[in-house]
Nanobody, 124 residues
Framework: VQLQASGGGSVQAGGSLRLSCAAS????????IGWFRQAPGKEREFVASIMWSGTRTDYADSVKGRFIISKDNTNNTVHLQMNALKPEDTSVYYCAAGSPTWARARDNRLYRNWGQGTLVTVSS
């Protein structure tokens, strides 16, 4: 499985960005695509996930109501629409694929395939 993340950039607080994660290779319907982020000096944290079948999504409390994760079945791409961005959203964002259980889909250690990071910078 290969993942290609794109869409990062610089925006002012309150703005929007859409990240994309293009997936290739064999991904099973019970796998998850997760978005994680890591700011300098901080641990990698869970942002959002979607089951490859598209039937389940999950969000970190810090982004719930502002971010939307979705899957485009026509080109096997997972999008993360980020609205009402805040300076604290500034991070390198990574997408990953793996087969954790639903209860553990926020654990980045259970994802085996990672895309390269894409930098999101939100200025105040």
């Amino acid at each position: 499985v290969q993942l290609q993340a794109s869409g990062g950039g610089s925006v002012q607080a309150g703005g929007s960005l859409r990240l994309s994660c293009a997936a290739s290779g064999r991904i099973f319907n019970n796998w998850f695509i997760g978005w994680f982020r890591q700011a300098p000096g901080k641990e990698r944290e869970f942002v959002a996930s979607i089951m490859w079948s598209g039937t389940r999504t999950d969000y970190a409390d810090s982004v719930k109501g502002r971010f939307i994760i979705s899957k485009d079945n026509t080109n096997n791409t997972v999008h993360l629409q980020m609205n009402a961005l805040k300076p604290e959203d500034t991070s390198v964002y990574y997408c990953a694929a793996g087969s954790p259980t639903w209860a553990r889909a926020r654990d980045n250690r259970l994802y085996r395939n990672w895309g390269q990071g894409t930098l999101v910078t939100v200025s105040s």
